[in-house]
């Protein structure tokens, strides 16, 4: 047995512009998608099977995931052995959760790429860098962008990225504990509003992140389906607010929510979220995707 352990990281969205409605179901997106200190932990082994067919099996530490074939994870593994006609084999993936589930952090996203990056190792680099891009652009929109990791201009559903440099961020993310979004439920939400956000500001934060413009950065936030998920989860708007009042730059929702993060340029104040509602976490930005555990 060959076994292997990988760290990968939650994901927010500095921007996020919605662009149009595409006729495979997907929305058309501008996104500036940032890799940040929280992770969850993969290990991964492998080994022979007398089985005529590949067996693989999920479990965890989390009750919030699936352990079956809807988890991203297991049809990673499942992509990758078919892509490789590899037979007789035995995938183990255990996923230790860190990163909050339906909180627009793309946890599952990242266990995706994390279980990819894995076993390409295990299997000597079998894949070349596209041949696993490509793989990951069909597993998910954010699956591409955490195998990377760092910060990146993402367009077309997500998956197509221009690398951009890392801007130091000093972050601070809240999930409340009972609320849990879908981005297929907050994009359906966005798709019924009356009055849809024009506001696009995807371009302009790449000027800011190559200058590292942490103000320029913090007034450039944005996330069109903030309108259509506060509509659902008013308290989120609450946290947002909060946190501004908490002496951030800045605060935005994250993806499709349910996390709200802030940027700050000095210490926190959180007292108004010291709360058994809350799950908080002070995270920077980091400049890589999938690394192995050390």
Sequence with gaps: MQSLTVKTPAKINLTL????????????????????????EIS??????????????????????PYDSKNL?????????ETN???NKKISVYIKKTIPVSAGLAGGSSNAAGVLYALNLLFENICDDLTLSKLASELGSDVNFCLTGGTAFASSRGEKLESLPTPELNIVLIKPK??????????????LLKCKPEEKTSN???DAIRANDTEKIASLLNNNLEASVFA???????IKDKLIRAGCLNA????????VFGIFKTNPKLKDFVSSKYEIFYVKSVETGINPLL
């Design 85 to 87: 006609r590899f037979f």
């Design 204 to 206: 302009q934060m790449t």
């Design 44 to 65: 991964v082994s492998i080994a022979e099977t007398k089985s005529k067919n590949n067996i693989i099996e999920i479990s965890g530490n989390s009750d919030a995931i």
């Design 178 to 191: 009972d609320i849990a979004v879908s981005a297929k439920e907050a994009y359906k939400k966005f798709d």
């Design 252 to 259: 935005i929702m994250s993806g499709s929510g349910s996390s």
């Design 17 to 40: 512009d919605i662009l149009n409605k595409r006729e495979d179901n997907y929305h058309e997106i501008n996104s500036i998608m940032q890799a940040v200190s929280l992770y969850d």
């Design 73 to 81: 994870a297991f049809k990673s593994a499942f992509e990758f052995l």
């Design 232 to 238: 659902m989860h008013p308290e989120l708007k609450q």
